[in-house]
């Protein structure tokens, strides 16, 4: 076991367990965010940046800060380690140049995303961001490209994070998607014009933090929170599918089923393409019961659960607006 | 003329081949280190030399050595990194070139010290010319018995192979090289692990760059401290500077660290003075990744000393002032040298090579090219200088390699110590766009 300190907070963590897992072990507002690191998926992370922490003193055993600031999310702690995020100006100056870095080239079409309310850079850029960018040159675009009977690829949106290839290359029987090219000209391809339509293939949708991945079952049905997300399952006779999922209803039609997520946006377990694709009745499923949808997003804006206020928000508000929310709370205050 | 421990015999004819090399003193080294040295002693001797790496970061090779992981029954790797792609820097491939069996001395000598059986050049694919003549050598060389099975009788192995790149500079980067070497995309790894403990094949290995490698060979056969006793303090030994740009005789020269940076330009023994008579306006001494530096801090430190070619006087007063000796590739720039257009030209090299995994230097690099090329061509504004300083800022210490900072160094110090040009491109878009067009303290001129 390791004992480190995170923005002043203790926590014990076994061995091996890196930065941001301990960090998402204390959870709340000082969790950085993790765009490319997944952690189901072996060999993803430290290549968006966006989990940047200062080490400021590297272990019990030789108390030296680390010269740079590190990728939480592939750091894995040492015993007496201490960790600067949320209190240190640095990081966050740093996080803010990443945000401003990923969205030079992405489109901010986020009125005509699918992705939009349960983005990950959204969300990111949100948290992290400027409202204004200094970027006047054209944005890199590409077509959109059809890779199969049920993803669609719109690379313009693509950030990079690698994740869908990871994901392909463990779940899937044969990868056949990967990066081509290099530098800001890189992109995600089927090298020439392959097909992605391996079983489990559709996970890559839900594992890609952008709307660079989506599911042409679901393109264009509904915006994600005028959805009503409800936990199913279903006995899946795929030997890897627990076919334990989650159904977006929109009245009485499930316009699409993904696998369940943690507060994380990680996938915890699995789904198969037919559980995903294939069976978008109720009477496939058996419902458990709502989804339940954890921090503060928009999916959660609409149903069976208040978004939380995070503290920050609470902090700046004037102090008649908090009493106002306490009296008469439309939101649920978290603190 | 300072001593040459490298380049002694490279304009001898026929010293390519085993024999002409063999009767110049070749393999001397090899015989040494195998039949009367233990591994530990060879790496002992290098520790002694103070040699320091020759790719550009100048990290001690003796200690790089020492801290090789050897888990008993795992085997060990020597990769030599002969990607040399660094704009500016041409020294290995013309070491390569002329002298193959030296880096094979090299090779045979360093692996022996590490106890690596199975080592590897991975060559810059561009330089295939160079392949076949490192192919031959290492044919030569197996059929005189330095490479094989039981080497000299000693019963230490060793199979050498030349691999070549597909073109990327990146690929230059060791654990990029380690990747492509593998056969997989050249990405960078995220360190650690570093390569000591988990590199090619998630095994140890060292990787050192061609001069360092070919450097062992006098080390070993004149002793590390003899080696030691050329150059200044820290910077020991000889480098081979490859000099270009404006300069009278341009070409690669083996120097005692230790030159003044005056004398290296200025002098006939070196590059022979700036040509057709011209001012020097400013040197990026140690390829295109190192900070620029105009003509007085080049050739006097910020204190006023006499800048020397080691490591430490180049890179005194920091990036404020000073710049690093790097690999070697020294950019003589004349007076009528646009300092905007070439840190444009630099950061293109850049925005190419990055490789696109890390985003800072994934967008960071085209944008910084594409500031630039806004401003050479004459539609900057004056906020787009800061622009450049912020952006190289953001990228610098945040990526997984270094050549997110080889790509934001170079523009932070053109803005620093040439501000004025750039601010001379916003407020004179005509003329600093005619062709040519460049900018003088006395007057801005056309050519």
């Known amino acids: 076991m390791a004992k480190i300190t995170f923005d002043g907070i203790e926590i014990e963590v076994p061995d091996g367990t890196t930065i941001l897992n301990a960090a998402r072990k204390i959870g709340g507002n000082i969790v ?85 309310g349960e983005c990950d850079l959204q969300n990111f850029a949100f948290e992290h961001g400027v409202a204004t960018t200094r970027y006047e040159e054209e944005r890199r675009t590409f077509e959109k490209i059809d890779i199969g009977p049920y993803i669609q690829l719109h690379m313009t949106r693509c950030i990079l994070c690698y994740r869908c290839v990871y994901t392909a290359d463990q779940l899937t029987e044969k990868r056949v998607h990967g990066v081509l090219g290099r530098g800001d000209a890189a992109e995600i391809g089927t ?43 279903r006995n899946c006779s795929h030997e890897k599918c627990g076919g334990r999922v989650v159904l977006w209803y929109k009245g009485k039609d499930v316009l699409r089923v993904t696998a369940r997520k943690d507060e994380y946006g990680e996938v915890k377990e699995w789904i198969c393409n037919e559980c995903r694709f294939e069976k978008k009745e109720t009477a496939d499923w058996t419902i458990e019961g709502p989804a339940h949808i954890d921090r503060t997003s928009v999916i959660s804006a609409n149903h069976y659960e208040l978004p939380v206020l995070n503290a920050q928000v609470i902090a700046d508000l004037p102090e008649s607006s908090v009493r106002d929310l306490e009296n008469n709370p439309p939101l649920k205050l978290g603190r | 003329m300072g001593r040459k421990l490298l380049t002694e015999h490279i304009n001898v004819p026929g010293i390519d081949t085993f024999e002409v090399y063999r009767k110049h003193g070749g393999y001397r080294s090899v015989e040494k280190a195998l039949k009367t ?52 820097t041409f020294k290995d491939r013309h070491l390569m070139s002329r002298l193959p069996h030296l880096l094979i001395e090299g090779m045979i000598t360093s692996s022996y010290a590490l106890g690596a059986n199975t080592s590897y050049i991975y060559i810059r694919g561009e330089l295939l010319y160079v392949l076949r003549i490192l192919e031959k050598a290492i044919a030569e060389a197996y059929a005189n018995g330095f490479l094989g099975k039981n080497i000299l009788g000693s019963g230490y192995d060793l199979d050498l192979h030349v691999h070549p790149g597909g073109g990327a500079y990146i690929c230059g980067e060791e654990t990029a090289l380690l990747e492509s070497l593998e056969g997989k995309r050249g990405n960078p790894r995220n360190k650690p692990p570093f390569p000591a403990v988990q590199g090619l094949y998630a095994r140890p290995t060292v990787v050192n760059n061609v001069e360092s490698i070919s450097a062992v060979v006098p080390i070993i056969n004149d002793g590390g401290e003899e080696y030691a006793k050329l150059g200044v303090g820290k910077s020991t030994g000889t480098k081979l500077i490859s000099a270009c740009g404006h300069l009278n005789k341009p070409g690669i020269y083996e120097i005692e660290l230790g030159v003044p940076v005056e004398e290296f330009i200025y002098s006939d023994e070196y590059c022979g003075g700036i040509w057709k008579g011209r001012d020097l306006k400013a040197v990026v001494a140690g390829g295109s990744s190192v900070p620029i530096l105009p003509k007085e801090l080049i050739l006097k430190t910020a204190a006023g000393e006499n800048r020397l070619m080691t490591y430490e006087s180049l890179s005194d007063g920091g990036f404020v002032t000073g710049t690093m000796l790097g690999s070697g590739g020294f950019i003589a720039m004349d007076e009528t040298t646009c300092i905007v257009r070439n840190t444009w030209s630099f950061s293109r090299f850049y925005h190419h090579e990055s490789c696109g995994q890390c985003s800072p230097c994934r967008e960071g690099t085209g944008w910084l090219e594409k500031v630039l090329h806004r401003l050479e061509h004459g539609h900057g504004h004056m906020h787009d200088i800061d622009l450049l300083v912020s952006v190289a800022k953001q990228i610098e210490g945040n990526t997984i390699c270094p050549l997110g900072e080889a790509a934001a160094w170079p523009v932070a110090a053109a803005v620093r110590h040439f501000r004025h040009e750039f601010e001379w491109h916003v407020t004179n878009p005509a003329e600093a766009t005619r062709p040519g067009a460049y900018y003088s303290s006395k007057a801005a001129v056309g050519v």
């Not at chain 1, 996970?203 to 042409?216: E, F, H, Q, R």
């Open chain 1, 32 to 116: 950085p965010p993790a765009m490319c690191y997944y952690t189901p998926i072996k060999g993803t992370g430290g290549k968006c940046r966006a989990c940047l922490v200062k080490v400021a003193a590297g272990s019990a055993k030789d108390p030296r800060p680390m010269p740079k600031l590190v990728p939480s999310c592939i750091t894995t702690v040492q015993d007496g380690m201490v960790v600067e995020n949320t209190t240190n100006q640095s990081v966050l100056d740093v996080r803010k140049g990443i945000v401003e870095m990923l969205l030079i080239n992405h489109p901010l079409d986020c009125p005509v995303c699918d992705q939009a």
């Open chain 1, 191 to 233: 090298y020439i014009d392959n097909i992605i339509d391996q079983d489990f293939s559709g996970n890559v949708i839900d594992v890609c933090p952008v709307g660079a991945l989506t599911d042409k079952t679901w393109r264009f049905k509904q915006r994600v929170w005028f959805t009503k997300p409800v936990n199913a399952h």
């Open chain 2, 37 to 88: 040295m233990t591994p530990d002693e060879v790496v002992e001797e290098v520790k002694k030399s103070g040699l320091r790496g020759r790719g550009g970061a100048g990290f001690p090779t003796g200690m790089k050595w020492s801290f090789l992981a050897k888990p008993v029954g795992v085997p060990r790797y020597l990769v030599c990194n002969a990607d040399e792609s660094e704009p500016g």
